[in-house]
Protein backbone atom coordinates (compact mmCIF):
# COMPACT_ATOMS: atom_id res chain seq x y z
CA UNK A 1 0.00 0.00 0.00
CA UNK A 2 2.88 2.43 1.17
CA UNK A 3 4.46 2.00 -2.68
CA UNK A 4 0.94 2.54 -4.08
CA UNK A 5 1.05 6.06 -2.36
CA UNK A 6 3.86 6.81 -3.37
CA UNK A 7 3.40 6.32 -7.00
CA UNK A 8 0.03 7.91 -6.91
CA UNK A 9 1.18 11.10 -5.10
CA UNK A 10 1.15 14.20 -7.34
CA UNK A 11 3.76 16.05 -5.53
CA UNK A 12 7.22 15.99 -6.52
CA UNK A 13 10.12 16.21 -3.37
CA UNK A 14 13.33 16.82 -4.65
CA UNK A 15 14.61 13.84 -2.25
CA UNK A 16 12.14 10.96 -3.96
CA UNK A 17 15.02 9.58 -6.51
CA UNK A 18 14.36 7.06 -8.84
CA UNK A 19 16.50 4.09 -8.63
CA UNK A 20 20.13 4.39 -9.85
CA UNK A 21 20.24 2.36 -13.39
CA UNK A 22 23.95 1.20 -11.55
CA UNK A 23 24.22 -1.42 -15.00
CA UNK A 24 23.93 1.88 -17.16
CA UNK A 25 26.18 4.26 -15.21
CA UNK A 26 29.29 1.00 -15.15
CA UNK A 27 28.80 0.91 -18.92
CA UNK A 28 29.07 4.51 -19.31
CA UNK A 29 32.48 4.95 -17.24
CA UNK A 30 33.59 2.02 -19.62
CA UNK A 31 32.79 4.32 -22.52
CA UNK A 32 34.51 7.86 -21.19
CA UNK A 33 38.20 8.78 -21.49
CA UNK A 34 40.75 8.83 -19.08
CA UNK A 35 39.85 12.02 -17.66
CA UNK A 36 36.26 11.72 -17.18
CA UNK A 37 36.91 8.34 -15.25
CA UNK A 38 39.69 10.34 -12.86
CA UNK A 39 37.13 12.96 -12.13
CA UNK A 40 34.54 10.11 -11.51
CA UNK A 41 36.76 8.32 -9.28
CA UNK A 42 37.77 11.42 -7.42
CA UNK A 43 33.73 12.91 -7.10
CA UNK A 44 33.03 9.20 -5.61
CA UNK A 45 35.84 9.06 -3.04
CA UNK A 46 34.87 12.58 -1.70
CA UNK A 47 31.64 11.17 -1.31
CA UNK A 48 32.45 8.41 0.42
CA UNK A 49 34.63 10.61 2.74
CA UNK A 50 31.77 12.98 3.54
CA UNK A 51 29.23 9.46 4.13
CA UNK A 52 31.81 8.48 6.69
CA UNK A 53 32.09 12.16 8.46
CA UNK A 54 28.50 12.13 8.80
CA UNK A 55 28.57 8.71 9.56
CA UNK A 56 30.62 9.75 12.88
CA UNK A 57 28.67 12.79 13.07
CA UNK A 58 25.78 10.93 13.69
CA UNK A 59 27.72 8.02 16.04
CA UNK A 60 26.10 5.46 13.33
CA UNK A 61 28.20 2.33 13.04
CA UNK A 62 28.65 2.15 8.90
CA UNK A 63 28.21 -1.56 8.82
CA UNK A 64 24.57 -1.40 10.91
CA UNK A 65 21.21 -1.69 9.65
CA UNK A 66 20.92 2.12 10.54
CA UNK A 67 23.20 3.29 8.10
CA UNK A 68 21.64 2.93 5.38
CA UNK A 69 18.78 5.85 6.30
CA UNK A 70 21.43 7.95 7.81
CA UNK A 71 23.01 7.82 4.50
CA UNK A 72 19.58 8.84 2.56
CA UNK A 73 19.39 11.62 5.17
CA UNK A 74 22.70 12.96 3.72
CA UNK A 75 21.44 12.47 0.26
CA UNK A 76 18.00 14.49 0.91
CA UNK A 77 20.18 16.82 2.38
CA UNK A 78 22.58 17.39 0.05
CA UNK A 79 19.48 17.73 -2.46
CA UNK A 80 17.71 20.13 -0.40
CA UNK A 81 21.10 22.51 -0.04
CA UNK A 82 22.06 22.28 -3.68
CA UNK A 83 18.18 23.46 -4.49
CA UNK A 84 18.28 26.15 -1.91
CA UNK A 85 21.82 27.68 -3.34
CA UNK A 86 20.46 27.66 -6.57
CA UNK A 87 17.45 29.70 -5.42
CA UNK A 88 19.79 32.13 -3.40
CA UNK A 89 21.66 32.74 -6.10
CA UNK A 90 19.01 33.28 -8.33
CA UNK A 91 17.54 35.84 -6.21
CA UNK A 92 20.68 38.02 -5.35
CA UNK A 93 20.93 38.24 -9.51
CA UNK A 94 17.34 38.82 -10.07
CA UNK A 95 17.34 36.54 -12.19
CA UNK A 96 15.25 32.82 -13.06
CA UNK A 97 16.94 29.94 -12.29
CA UNK A 98 18.88 28.18 -15.49
CA UNK A 99 16.30 25.71 -17.33
CA UNK A 100 19.94 23.15 -17.89
CA UNK A 101 22.20 22.28 -15.58
CA UNK A 102 24.86 23.46 -18.09
Given amino acids: RLCDLRQSSSAWAPWRMPAVPTQAVT ?42 DVESELSQVQICTDRLQEVALCLLLQRSPPRSRE
Fill in 27 to 68: RALCLVGPEQRLRARDLHLRLEMLSDRYLQVRQVDPDSVGAV
